[in-house]
T-cell receptor, first 114, second 113 residues
């Protein structure tokens, strides 16, 4: 199993550009999450999904969009990139919430918006 | 809303020394998770605690959850350079009926050889 994979690893965007961060998991997990981690800070939840076709906002959803058409994939879309979105983005997945809810993380995407 | 506060924010210890990292919740914890993050990489799950008074160990790392389920500690015995990284606690939480998975701000550990 590859676990959780993310692409790209690094990206530099200009203000106003758009891009999609890809996330795929091969563990048949129902739950998937997108986090951002700013320098020296903890992780903040952007969006999460409890299954294909269902997504919900986390703590910091503004400026982002997600979709979940399959169990495996959970892409994160930035429509109009802003410098405040410079961060490291982590995708994660888990089997369920509550009970044993160990999350498996991808390696992260380092995004810089100039 | 529920918050997780970690202390200390950073820690530098000599190899072989013991250390403790604390995680305090503003509300009762239903599940408390400890993760380790190597610099520039994703998080790796260490342990999960659910019951008040629960204690788990893996190699030289021991995690405890207090009886009131509002504070957890992570103890490393005889630290090694391989223990260096950022340790984060995480928890299932709800705010205004909305599910959240929250993380503490992390503790940066450096172990000097």
């Amino acid at each position: 199993n590859a676990g959780v994979t993310q692409t790209p690893k690094f990206r530099i965007l200009k203000i106003g550009q758009s891009m999609t961060l890809q996330c795929t998991q091969d563990m048949n997990h129902n739950y998937m999450y997108w986090y951002r981690q700013d320098p020296g800070m903890g992780l903040k939840l952007i969006y999460y999904s409890v299954g294909a076709g269902i997504t919900d906002k986390g703590e910091v959803p503004n400026g982002y969009n997600v979709s979940r058409s399959t169990t495996e994939d959970f892409p994160l879309r930035l429509e109009l990139a802003a410098p405040s979105q410079t961060s490291v983005y982590f995708c994660a997945s888990s089997y369920s919430t509550g009970g044993l809810n160990e999350q498996f993380f991808g390696p992260g995407t380092r995004l810089t918006v100039l | 809303s529920q918050e997780l506060e970690q202390s200390p924010q950073s820690l530098i210890v000599q190899e072989g020394k013991n250390l403790t990292i604390n995680c305090t919740s503003s509300k009762t914890l239903y599940g408390l998770y400890w993760y380790k993050q190597k610099y520039g990489e994703g998080l790796i799950f260490l342990m999960m605690l659910q019951k008040g008074g629960e204690e788990k160990s893996h190699e030289k790392i021991t995690a405890k959850l207090d009886e009131k389920k509002q504070q957890s500690s992570l103890h490393i015995t005889a630290s090694q350079p391989s223990h260096a990284g950022i340790y984060l606690c995480g928890a299932d939480g709800y705010s205004s009926g909305t599910y959240k998975y929250i993380f503490g701000t992390g503790t940066r550990l450096k172990v000097l050889a």
